[in-house]
Nanobody, 117 residues
Framework: VQLVASGGGLVQTGGSLRLSCGASENIDNMETMRWYRQAPGNQRQRELVAAINSGVDTYYPISTKGRFTASRDNAKNTIYLQMNKLKPEDTAVYFC??????????WGQGTQVTVSS
């Protein structure tokens, strides 16, 4: 599946952004859809920031819980990440990923989020 992420940009501390990730295939077929980020200078590790499964159950790590909200629109094969109360440490390239029930995940190209202090 091909994924295209968009919605990144520059925002001040405390601001909000909404990321979108469009899929080329039916996301209902995926076990989970996830959002990751890769911080500047950390090219070796991507941090999971949100996950949403086909039943719209969600998961957030402590770093984003209460500030980030993942959602999905199955009719549009699109997932979203609403990010509120952004902090400078949220600055990263954000990636969406589609995890099928079997096989390797697919990744989007990433969208830059920069939070100024």
């Amino acid at each position: 599946v091909q994924l295209v992420a968009s919605g990144g940009g520059l925002v001040q501390t405390g601001g909000s952004l909404r990321l979108s990730c469009g899929a080329s295939e039916n996301i209902d077929n995926m076990e989970t859809m996830r959002w990751y980020r890769q911080a500047p200078g950390n090219q070796r590790q991507r941090e999971l920031v949100a996950a949403i499964n086909s039943g719209v159950d969600t998961y957030y790590p402590i770093s984003t819980k209460g500030r980030f909200t993942a959602s999905r629109d199955n009719a549009k094969n699109t997932i979203y990440l609403q990010m509120n109360k952004l902090k400078p440490e949220d600055t990263a390239v954000y990636f969406c990923a589609a995890f099928p029930h079997t096989g390797a995940p697919s990744w989007g190209q990433g969208t830059q989020v920069t939070v100024s202090s």
